[in-house]
């Protein structure tokens, strides 16, 4: 997948596609259902999307929200089949075009889009007052096709990013993969921690969640897939994540122990789906009681893992 950062001075071959817009956060199954409909426009699938979150940029001091950052986001959407993901640099300039000046500036004279999907509750341009009728109007005007998917629902509850959110803040994994389809991960690359469970027995591979919402802080089963590296491949694991309250530790990171694993991960970039939460964090009355209660964690999350 090619992922292009810019609307002006694009090659031919990254003009003409057939695009689905939104933010994609999480890439849950009513994103998966526009990016369906788009593919049905002639020219290669592509993704117009924003980086950073335009939500970021007009509320910089709002708690982290995001699901996925860029990098899990793009890999998601690769594995769906998109061929041109345009990353726009959200900023000033894009934030103070009006509807109509994006859907000519942007989408037509930059992209040379020829078909645009859209969910139903799409707002676009300065101020967000475009919306998908002024899309359809600008559409016939500067020549591509418009559709409007429709917001899907699960069980009576509607797909939506707060919806997720919502689950995973309770640790309802499962119910987040229901909307998702697909398991929640947290991707990025393994930075240098304490070492602690090295020392333990247990070391773990420990990435940061930082800008991303944080799930219900805890022990989970995982499914863990190195996407770099010499020792790429999947993995069964359990990891930690939270703000390790046993050593005193305040920033939020998640920590994940690989399973039948031996090597150096520094530098590599993992994705870790939460399969199922196990247990809250704690504190323990020593370390023999901790490394207890991991050895318990990970045979409970072989048990988990094994089943599914």
Not at 41 to 53: I, K, W, Y
Not at 179 to 194: A, D, Y
Not at 276 to 285: A, I, N, S, Y
Request: charged share 20%; proline share 5%.
């Amino acid at each position: 997948m090619r992922i292009i950062r810019q609307w002006t001075g694009l090659a031919d071959t990254d003009r003409g596609a057939s695009v689905a817009i939104g933010n994609f956060d999480g890439v849950h199954r009513g994103h998966q259902a526009v990016l369906d409909l788009a593919r049905q426009g002639t020219g290669h699938p592509g993704v117009v999307t924003f980086e950073p979150h335009p939500r970021e940029v007009f509320s910089p001091d709002a708690p982290p929200f995001r699901l996925m950052n860029a990098e899990a986001r793009a890999n998601r959407l690769a594995k769906l089949g998109v061929t041109h993901l345009y990353e726009l640099p959200f900023g000033p300039d894009l934030a103070q075009l009006e509807a109509e000046a994006f859907a000519r500036d942007v989408l037509h004279r930059g992209l040379g889009v020829t078909h645009v999907t859209i969910g139903a509750d799409f707002c676009f341009g300065k101020g967000r007052r475009g919306t998908a009728d002024d899309l359809r109007r600008f559409g016939a005007t500067f020549g591509f096709g418009v559709t409007v998917a429709e917001l899907l629902g699960a069980g009576e509850q509607s797909i939506s990013s707060t919806a997720i959110r919502e689950a995973l803040t309770e640790g309802r994994t499962r119910d987040a993969r229901a909307m998702l389809g697909h398991w929640h991960r947290i991707e990025g690359e393994v930075i240098h921690g304490e070492k602690r469970g090295r020392d333990l027995g247990y070391p773990t591979a420990n990435m940061s969640i930082a800008g991303l919402h944080p799930p219900r802080f805890g022990v989970y089963a995982v499914h863990v897939d190195v996407l770099t590296g010499p020792q790429a491949g999947s993995y069964g694991g359990a990891a930690s994540l939270g703000v390790r309250p046993m050593f005193g530790q305040n920033l939020p990171n998640i920590e994940t122990f690989l399973f039948d694993f031996q090597g150096d991960l520094y530098g590599q970039h993992l994705s870790v789906a939460l399969v199922e939460f196990l247990r809250p964090e704690m504190t323990f009355d020593g370390l023999p009681a901790l490394i207890a209660q991991m050895d318990a964690d990970c045979a409970r999350a072989r048990a988990i893992l094994a089943a599914e």
